[in-house]
């Protein structure tokens, strides 16, 4: 496949590809033509028992793949992936962002140990994320929001409650 996007970097690079403003997040291209789409979902209808969605946005958070031929692993996805989140928390510093992982391939365990080790790498000072898993149910789950959220106890007994209901 020829390198389509940004052909100053390869992908051996770091750097993020170019994110680009879409209606529900990002897309980016990657440097051999897939496209990608990073979205954020209004989730606020999940908690309805709570004042807390009134006055704090809350997400969930989809990656999905929109063309071309799926690539070995690209560490500049990683990287595009992490900025995207880190430029919706410095916009939007009280947000709450969950997300669970796709069954896709049943690739949802995979999936879990790659988007944790991401936040160990890059967001465990900055971040707070806490899990669920239904093993049985192959769900995995987490929500993620900023250490310094001025609602950090309140967010974690109110997804603590959804969970283990």
């Known amino acids: 496949m020829k390198q389509k996007n940004r052909p100053e970097l390869n992908l051996s ?10 209606d529900t997040g990002f897309i980016f291209e ?3 033509g897939l496209l990608y789409e990073i979205s954020f979902t209004d989730d606020s209808g999940y908690l309805t028992e709570s004042s807390f969605s009134s006055i704090n946005p809350v997400f969930s958070f989809t990656i999905t793949h929109l063309s071309g031929q799926i690539q070995p692993k690209d560490p500049r996805i990683e990287q595009t992936i992490i900025s995207a989140l880190y430029q919706t928390f410095e916009s939007l510093p009280t947000a709450v962002v969950s997300y669970v992982c796709s069954l896709d391939n049943n690739q949802e365990i995979a999936r879990n140990r790659l988007f944790h ?5 890059t ?5 707070v994320k806490l899990d669920h898993t239904i093993i049985d149910d192959r769900i995995y789950s987490s929500v993620i929001f900023r250490s310094d959220h001025p609602a950090r106890d309140e967010i974690k007994n109110l997804f603590f409650t959804l969970f283990h209901k």
Request: without cysteine; hydrophobic residues 30%; neutral net charge.
């Open 123 to 127: 967001g465990k000072d900055y971040f």
């Open 30 to 32: 990657t440097d051999l």
């Open 117 to 121: 080790s991401w936040y160990l790498k």
């Open 13 to 22: 690079s770091p750097l993020p590809y170019l994110l680009k403003d879409s």
